[in-house]
């Protein structure tokens, strides 16, 4: 886990309490125990269990620091009781429900800026009045969900057409700080994808590094707590360099 730009931190795994706070036994034990294919594109070796809890524990990590968890595999796409999308487990939601038994913080805010909707993490809190979920997003894109007519009290998508960059995000934004403000979150988590940036080979967004700066800076006014989480991000040329523009906002 990155503390800030400068300083390391190796992470403990999430416990399997902390994993049953947001899934199921069911999807708990297949992940530890099944080889292969779980999912279309989702897949299980000897050391996935290992790697799924390592990323859950940097996102608990991130929340006790304050700081931004550079782990994989990603979480927003898995949910409650099925792996997808790379994602074993929904290491942004399990930070948040840790936070709250945990610290006692009762109001968490989760913004997703990764390309394709959070589909995992909305299945997770949708019925949790005391967890916002807001999601900006390619759409139409994998994994079909997040449209504009699925919204809820506690509940924001904010779907962007193929083509969008930085001024689509900023005008989008206003929406975020609409939405986060009247909940009045004590923390705030984000799902820090950075495959909407224009040279990634996933999607059709076309975000750049000095916006991704941008969104970090404003994610920081939004609570008095704020901590990162990796999602997507599949140029592993320009990760390094989006990865530093969003800590240099967080900063």
Not at 54 to 67: D, F, P, Q
Request: overall charge negative; hydrophobic content about 40%.
């Amino acid at each position: 886990m990155l503390h800030d730009r400068f300083s390391f931190v190796e992470c403990s795994p999430a416990t399997e309490e902390d994993v049953l706070r947001c899934h199921t036994r069911r999807l708990l034990d297949e992940v530890r125990t099944k080889r292969g294919s779980i999912y279309q594109d989702t897949f299980c070796t000897e050391t996935t269990y290992e790697a799924a809890l390592l990323a859950a524990g940097a996102a608990i990590e991130a929340v006790r620091r304050g700081g931004f968890a550079l782990a994989r595999p990603p979480g927003h796409h898995a949910e409650e009781d099925h792996a997808m999308g790379f994602c074993l487990f929904d290491s942004v939601a399990i930070a948040a429900r840790w936070a709250q038994a945990e610290l006692g913080v009762e109001r968490v805010a989760i913004v997703d800026w990764d390309v394709h909707h959070g589909n995992g993490t909305q299945d997770v809190v949708r019925d949790d009045p005391s967890v916002l979920f807001v999601s900006l997003h390619q759409w139409p894109l994998y994994p079909g969900t997040g449209g504009p007519h699925e919204q809820g009290d506690t509940l924001v998508n904010i779907p962007l057409p193929a083509g969008s960059g930085d001024a689509e995000f900023f005008e989008a934004w206003q929406t975020v700080e609409r939405s986060v403000q009247r909940f009045a979150p004590e923390l705030l988590l984000v799902s820090a994808g950075f495959d909407a940036h224009v040279d990634d080979p996933l999607a059709d967004l076309e975000v750049t590094a000095g916006g991704f700066r941008e969104l970090a800076s404003r994610s920081m006014q939004l609570a008095p707590r704020v901590a990162a989480v990796l999602e997507g991000g599949y140029n592993l040329r320009t990760l390094p360099d989006l990865v530093e523009a969003a800590l240099e906002g967080f900063g």
